[in-house]
């Protein structure tokens, strides 16, 4: 399916966008109901897990889903936003057409039902939001070895780094001290899959960017 967009700009805000979300994943046919379990939205992407029922109360029977104790089934939506010149837009896509955005949360996969086939795409979606929800939230401080070095725009690598933060605009910002150099490095989180924490210094303070503008005024 392709972009869908609202002229009429109803949806303006978080909270329209929210209902929105909830209005397409809730609907009613002659024989079955689908109604919305949970919604969330990371970044400019809305996940979803549906409910879906038959009229009648008997089980739902899907080649895909192993049917709930209930006689239901619950499956993972992903619906692609942004906004056109003040006109929302979305592109909605089942767990099972395999979505490359992978960011949602456990609690809401927690929500599906299982799946018949553990090697279809909408397995492999869901590891991919598992492994992205393992990447660890490092503190202030943590030393770290990145699974693999990380080449910089200057053409340089980093590997070992520690956490700390730098304000802009009135923001704290993470960012990471590169063990080799002492410069300053922004990383995505997906840099971070497979690290490993070399040191805590979790509940203290880190020295690390007094450090760094020391040196810079030496």
Not at 73 to 90: E, K, P, Q
Not at 140 to 161: F, H, M, N
Not at 164 to 180: F, N
Not at 185 to 209: H, Q
Request: some cysteine; hydrophobic content about 35%; glycine content about 8%.
């Amino acid at each position: 399916m392709g972009w869908v967009f609202y002229t009429d700009r109803r949806v303006k805000s978080y909270a329209d966008e929210k209902a929105e979300i909830a209005r397409l994943c809730t609907f009613e046919t002659d024989t079955r109901k689908t109604v919305l379990l949970k919604a969330c939205k990371v970044g400019s992407t809305w996940y979803a897990a549906a409910k879906v029922m038959n009229i009648d109360g008997t089980p739902v029977e899907d080649k895909t889903y192993v049917t709930d104790a209930d006689g239901s089934i619950a499956f993972g939506a992903v619906f692609l936003t942004r906004y056109d010149d003040g006109c929302w837009g979305y592109k909605n896509m089942e767990e099972s057409a395999g979505p490359v955005e992978s960011r949602a949360p456990l609690s809401l996969l927690a929500l599906l039902s299982e799946l018949k086939d553990p090697e279809s795409h909408a397995h492999a979606w869901r590891q991919r939001c598992r492994d992205w929800a393992a990447i660890p939230d490092y503190d202030e401080g943590d030393k770290i070895k990145l699974a693999a070095p990380v080449t910089l725009t200057d053409g340089s690598t980093c590997q070992i780094v520690t956490a700390t933060h730098y304000w802009r605009g009135g923001q704290k910002r993470r960012c990471y001290r590169i063990e080799e150099t002492g410069g300053l490095v922004r990383l995505s989180k997906g840099s971070l899959a497979g690290s490993e924490l070399l040191s805590s210094a979790k509940g203290a303070a880190s020295p690390v960017l007094a450090e760094f503008f020391s040196a810079k005024r030496s």
